[in-house]
C-alpha cells in the first residue's frame, strides 16, 4: 500500500513558476512509477510525466515537455514537479500517482492516488 499527499499548488501568473511536491509513505520499491496528472474543469484527466521512483528515465506529454521537469528525492520520499513558464492552460487540479513495474501513460494503469492539488494560472 502506497499513500501519496500533494502540495505546492496555487495562483501563478502566466509565465511564472511553480514546484509541486508529492510525499509517499508505505511501500514504495525502485521499480515504481511515480507520475503527476491534471485535469481541468469538464475534462478528463490527463497525463502530465512520469518518472522510475529509482530515478532515472522521465517521460513527458508534449504539452508540457520543455517547460516542466520531473524529479525524485528518495531519501525524502518525494516527488516534485517543476512548473516554467506557466499558461492558462495549465489551469486543473494536479495529482500524483503511482503504479508498480512498467510504464504507462493511462491513469486507469495506476494504483495509488493522492488526494490532488489546485494549480490556477491567470493571464
Known amino acids: 500500500q502506497v499513500q501519496l499527499a500533494e502540495s505546492g499548488g496555487g495562483l501563478a501568473q502566466a509565465g511564472g513558476s511553480l514546484r509541486l511536491s508529492c510525499v509517499a509513505s508505505?511501500?514504495?520499491?525502485?521499480?515504481?512509477?511515480m507520475a503527476w496528472f491534471r485535469q481541468a474543469p469538464g475534462k478528463g484527466r490527463e497525463f502530465v510525466g512520469c518518472i522510475i521512483w529509482s530515478g532515472g528515465s522521465t517521460f513527458y506529454a508534449d504539452s508540457v515537455k520543455g517547460r516542466f521537469t520531473i524529479s525524485s528525492d528518495n531519501a525524502k520520499n518525494t516527488l516534485y514537479l517543476q512548473m516554467n513558464s506557466l499558461k492558462p492552460d495549465d489551469t486543473a487540479v494536479y495529482y500524483c500517482?503511482?503504479?508498480?513495474?512498467?510504464?504507462?501513460?493511462?491513469?486507469?494503469?495506476?494504483?495509488?492516488w493522492g488526494q490532488g492539488t489546485q494549480v490556477t494560472v491567470s493571464s
Open positions: 508505505g511501500r514504495t520499491f525502485s521499480n515504481t512509477y
Open positions: 500517482a503511482a503504479k508498480r513495474t512498467g510504464y504507462s501513460r493511462d491513469y486507469v494503469a495506476y494504483d495509488y
